[in-house]
């Protein structure tokens, strides 16, 4: 008989402690919220592979990946968050109540963000593990200009390795790159493939795969396998940057929420995925630059979401759904909707057993959306023992037709 | 019945925890749960990084500033 799981109530449950998970975390927790972060091995995520990272703002002299995630976390206990270090086993987004499993427990909360990230897909070579973040490096943006003069290898032939390989011979002396295909052929787009064939630095090893990595303790050596001949040659580079794709961690979320054909989240740009109260922060959306940067700016927004979207399901059902009552969704903004509002007032005077209740837009449209699907502005909803009765919208808005609908 | 086992690691040093919970977990029967309690950093890394690489369930959780519980429920 399996174990039975410990519950626990949260408001928001964070999965992913990395960057964004951190982040995330901060926001909720001082927003008050009870929070937890569950993150499957140690704190920190991925930043933690770059050994320096130099474009992260407020650090002039630059900082290690651990250093600053240690921040974060530091910044995020602070706000009273809790840590889990474990897996997630499985997740029921179909309820109002999110359920997030893990091993020995389910957690229950209103509100779920998901920063599981994703992985950069490795070459499975020999001893490959041994040089991650010691000379295995997967960003030429963090990376590059620390190779200030040395020699680098780049593996892979997409848009990634090519155009971070013509970044990265701004620095270094020269770039090799090991492509898998034969002479002439690269996986990148027609115009990156011509520029880089025209970059005097760059040098292209075709039909060649990683056999192994060696070196001391950093990385001094790759041994590339010609597949055509056999033939192994060994390069000497001071990086090697792997740009074989990246794989996201969402495999636990198919058919949960909407998702890429790659496996990325797909938000909307306030962080909502395809289901309410679950939102997606960090490097598992489908987005353009994966940055420790571009994470925070991600989970500042769905932390914030999170918040706004638990306080608007207690208004709503606690509130505006308890009874009779007349809700006017407005937009704060417009002077003529302003205007409206005094024809609310003179309501609320004569029919004193509805309550009334003013929604502003132009703060939020998530209340509105709930009332009403197409979320019209303005409009009035007439809600009668805790259901929407009827919907008057923006064409025949008056104070009469209201009174007919009481 | 499932039983739970604690086993005191407190200001030990690597690698006595992860040698003293390899002994506890042999002796142990699938479905029970081990329960490490550690505060050197480096057994908080390799007392959970081995019981994963094993195939068991693996839960770390920070009891007190520094103190750690590896939980390890036995698969097989």
Redesign the interface.
Request: glycine share 8%; proline share 2%.
């Given at each position: 008989m399996p174990r039975e799981k410990k519950i626990e109530e949260y408001d928001v449950v964070i999965i992913g402690g990395g960057a964004s998970g951190l982040t995330a975390g901060i926001y909720c927790g001082r927003a008050r919220l009870k929070t937890i972060v569950i993150e499957q091995a140690l704190v920190g995520g991925i930043a933690t592979n770059t050994n320096e990272i130099e474009n992260y703002p407020g650090f002039p002299e630059g900082t290690t990946g651990t250093g600053l995630m240690k921040l974060f976390h530091q910044q995020a206990k602070k706000f009273g968050v809790k840590f889990k270090l474990t897996n997630v086993k499985t997740v029921d987004f179909t309820g109002d109540i999110k359920i997030v499993e893990t091993f020995r427990n389910r957690y229950k909360a209103k509100a779920v963000i998901i920063c599981n990230g994703s992985k950069p897909r490795l070459t499975g070579a020999e001893n490959e593990e041994k040089y991650v973040g010691k000379g295995i490096a997967f960003c030429a943006t963090c990376d590059a200009a620390a190779c200030t003069d040395e020699e680098v290898l780049v593996i892979g032939s997409g848009d990634a390795a090519i155009e971070e390989g013509m970044f990265l011979t701004k620095f270094a002396s020269k770039v090799k790159v090991s492509i898998i295909h034969d002479e002439g052929i690269m996986d990148c787009n027609e115009v990156a493939k011509s520029a880089a064939l025209a970059n005097p630095k760059m040098e292209f090893l075709h039909n060649t795969v990683v056999e192994r990595f060696e070196g001391e303790d950093e990385l001094t050596t790759v041994v590339l396998k010609n597949l055509k001949t056999g033939e192994l040659t060994s390069i000497d580079c001071f990086t090697c940057f792997l740009f074989i794709g990246y794989i996201p961690n969402t495999s636990i979320y198919e058919d949960k929420v909407n998702m890429t054909k790659s496996g990325y989240v797909i938000t909307s740009e306030n962080m909502e995925t395809s289901v309410p109260g679950v939102f997606a922060a960090g490097d598992v959306r489908d987005k353009f630059l994966r940055q420790v940067a571009t994470c925070v700016g991600d989970a500042a927004t769905a932390g914030v979401m999170a918040e706004k979207y638990i306080a608007e399901t207690e208004i709503f059902e606690n509130i505006i759904m308890k009874g009779d009552g007349i809700a006017y969704i407005f937009d704060a903004s417009k002077a003529d909707h302003r205007k409206f509002l005094e024809e609310i007032e003179e309501l609320e005077k004569e029919y004193d057993e509805y309550c009334c209740h003013r929604v502003d837009t132009y703060k939020s449209r998530g209340l509105a959306q709930r009332l009403c699907k197409t979320g019209h502005c303005p409009s009035v909803i007439i809600i009668k023992n805790g259901k929407v009765v009827k919907v008057i919208s923006e064409e025949t808005l008056s104070k009469n037709e209201i009174e007919k609908n009481l | 019945m499932?039983k739970e086992v604690v086993l005191d690691c407190l200001g030990e040093a690597c690698p006595i925890p992860l040698v003293k919970s390899e002994k506890a977990l042999e002796k142990m029967e699938v479905?029970d749960i081990l329960i490490v309690q550690i505060d050197h950093s480096c057994a908080m890394?390799n007392v959970?990084e081995w019981a994963r690489k094993q195939g068991h369930?693996?839960?770390?959780?920070?009891i007190d500033d520094g103190e750690w519980e590896c939980?390890i429920?036995k698969m097989k």
């Amino acid at each position: 008989m399996p174990r039975e799981k410990k519950i626990e109530e949260y408001d928001v449950v964070i999965i992913g402690g990395g960057a964004s998970g951190l982040t995330a975390g901060i926001y909720c927790g001082r927003a008050r919220l009870k929070t937890i972060v569950i993150e499957q091995a140690l704190v920190g995520g991925i930043a933690t592979n770059t050994n320096e990272i130099e474009n992260y703002p407020g650090f002039p002299e630059g900082t290690t990946g651990t250093g600053l995630m240690k921040l974060f976390h530091q910044q995020a206990k602070k706000f009273g968050v809790k840590f889990k270090l474990t897996n997630v086993k499985t997740v029921d987004f179909t309820g109002d109540i999110k359920i997030v499993e893990t091993f020995r427990n389910r957690y229950k909360a209103k509100a779920v963000i998901i920063c599981n990230g994703s992985k950069p897909r490795l070459t499975g070579a020999e001893n490959e593990e041994k040089y991650v973040g010691k000379g295995i490096a997967f960003c030429a943006t963090c990376d590059a200009a620390a190779c200030t003069d040395e020699e680098v290898l780049v593996i892979g032939s997409g848009d990634a390795a090519i155009e971070e390989g013509m970044f990265l011979t701004k620095f270094a002396s020269k770039v090799k790159v090991s492509i898998i295909h034969d002479e002439g052929i690269m996986d990148c787009n027609e115009v990156a493939k011509s520029a880089a064939l025209a970059n005097p630095k760059m040098e292209f090893l075709h039909n060649t795969v990683v056999e192994r990595f060696e070196g001391e303790d950093e990385l001094t050596t790759v041994v590339l396998k010609n597949l055509k001949t056999g033939e192994l040659t060994s390069i000497d580079c001071f990086t090697c940057f792997l740009f074989i794709g990246y794989i996201p961690n969402t495999s636990i979320y198919e058919d949960k929420v909407n998702m890429t054909k790659s496996g990325y989240v797909i938000t909307s740009e306030n962080m909502e995925t395809s289901v309410p109260g679950v939102f997606a922060a960090g490097d598992v959306r489908d987005k353009f630059l994966r940055q420790v940067a571009t994470c925070v700016g991600d989970a500042a927004t769905a932390g914030v979401m999170a918040e706004k979207y638990i306080a608007e399901t207690e208004i709503f059902e606690n509130i505006i759904m308890k009874g009779d009552g007349i809700a006017y969704i407005f937009d704060a903004s417009k002077a003529d909707h302003r205007k409206f509002l005094e024809e609310i007032e003179e309501l609320e005077k004569e029919y004193d057993e509805y309550c009334c209740h003013r929604v502003d837009t132009y703060k939020s449209r998530g209340l509105a959306q709930r009332l009403c699907k197409t979320g019209h502005c303005p409009s009035v909803i007439i809600i009668k023992n805790g259901k929407v009765v009827k919907v008057i919208s923006e064409e025949t808005l008056s104070k009469n037709e209201i009174e007919k609908n009481l | 019945m499932s039983k739970e086992v604690v086993l005191d690691c407190l200001g030990e040093a690597c690698p006595i925890p992860l040698v003293k919970s390899e002994k506890a977990l042999e002796k142990m029967e699938v479905g029970d749960i081990l329960i490490v309690q550690i505060d050197h950093s480096c057994a908080m890394k390799n007392v959970p990084e081995w019981a994963r690489k094993q195939g068991h369930e693996v839960e770390l959780e920070e009891i007190d500033d520094g103190e750690w519980e590896c939980i390890i429920e036995k698969m097989k």
